[in-house]
């Protein structure tokens, strides 16, 4: 069975980390593009930052994020991080992972990161909570 698990959510004060993990079960998650995406109450869901595939690790990031959550991969665990650092309560979401099997290239992701119904695959999300 083809699964995405994500964990790693939680409550943490503003100013706080947090790294989300999203395993892969069934497929290499190597070859695919894995966005982070998330989604608040009443708002659409948007994507955070992705990371290419297809041996590619080229990464895109909203500019709401940039310079505080990095994407990374380990593809000897078949898991893809999002470290969250220097966090806000405008954080607080659900996030979600995704793949894109055999999509690389930075342009490419830049593209897909705002196209959530691209992806193939979707984890059932982790809260992330931000509040003091």
């Known amino acids: 069975q083809l699964q995405l698990v994500e964990s790693g959510g939680g409550l943490v004060q503003p100013g706080g980390s947090l790294r989300l993990s999203c395993a892969a079960s069934g497929f290499a998650l190597q070859q695919s593009a894995v966005g982070w995406f998330r989604q608040a109450p009443g708002k659409e869901r948007e994507g955070v930052a992705c990371i290419s595939g297809s041996g590619d690790s080229s990464a895109y990031y909203a500019d709401s994020v940039k310079g505080r959550f990095f994407i990374s991969r380990d593809n000897d665990k078949n898991t893809v991080y999002l470290q969250m650092n220097s966090l806000k309560p405008e954080d607080t979401a659900d996030y979600y992972c995704?793949?894109?099997?055999?999509?690389?290239?930075?342009?490419?992701?830049?593209?897909?990161?705002?196209?959530?119904?691209?992806?193939?695959?979707w984890g059932q999300g982790t809260q992330v909570t931000v509040s003091s």
């Open positions: 995704a793949s894109l099997a055999g999509v690389g290239g930075v342009l490419v992701v830049q593209a897909i990161c705002t196209l959530p119904h691209k992806f193939d695959y």
